[in-house]
């Protein structure tokens, strides 16, 4: 049987080369690209949170809804109450009612990023484009009409609270225009203070 024998300076080089690996590993970990955003379960469950709008059918707008979910229009100066997940549906239907088509578009930055996903807190905030083509044969969109709008487009900043494993959405907060929503509850004639 052969007996390894290292010398002095190869064993400070095994030493020194070692440290150097030590050393380098958490920055190597860091400086890799880590899971793309729009591949994370919770990315997934946005995205289809946005889609559902479009659809215009409030039980697919609730489909990745928690049991506890609660959404909140702001700024409070709109007073217009935090709904629980029952009247965010019955709200949704009311809203639906006055579109043929309607879309959330998140809208990218300076930097061509639209949506930004906070692991820490499990919320997606986004800039979004809402809206679209006013439906003049229901009862409301037909005063929207009447008023001179056939369509109808604005912005919110959502910011949306999602279970741990992504899969539910707990909270929506929806930072919106509170000119354009005054004008629209105007329109409407008190309609949305429901």
Not at 69 to 80: C, E, W
Not at 88 to 94: E, N, P, T
Not at 135 to 147: A, Q, T
Not at 156 to 163: A, E, K
Request: proline fraction near 5%.
């Amino acid at each position: 049987m052969s007996s390894l024998k290292f010398s002095t300076p190869e064993l400070r080089l095994a030493t020194a080369t070692l440290a150097t690996l030590a050393a380098l590993a958490p920055t190597i970990y860091f400086l890799l690209p880590s899971k793309p955003q729009d591949k994370t379960t919770h990315l997934k469950t946005f995205n289809s949170l946005l889609k559902s709008y479009s659809t215009l059918r409030p039980e697919a707008l609730v489909s990745t809804a928690s049991r506890d979910f609660t959404h909140t229009v702001l700024p409070a100066s709109l007073a217009l109450p935090s709904r629980p997940l029952a009247a965010f549906k019955q709200h949704a239907g009311m809203i639906f009612s006055l579109f043929e088509t309607f879309e959330m578009a998140p809208q990218a930055n300076g930097s061509g990023e639209a949506v930004h996903f906070s692991r820490e807190t499990d919320t997606v905030i986004a800039h979004c484009k809402m809206g679209g083509k006013v439906d003049g044969e229901s009862v409301m969109g037909r005063k929207l009409v009447e008023s001179g709008l056939r369509e109808w487009w604005t912005e919110c900043v959502l910011f949306v609270r999602l279970s741990g494993d992504g899969e539910r959405v707990v909270e929506v907060r929806e930072f919106v225009d509170s000119a354009r929503a005054e004008e629209l509850q105007r329109r409407l004639k008190g309609v949305l203070r429901d």
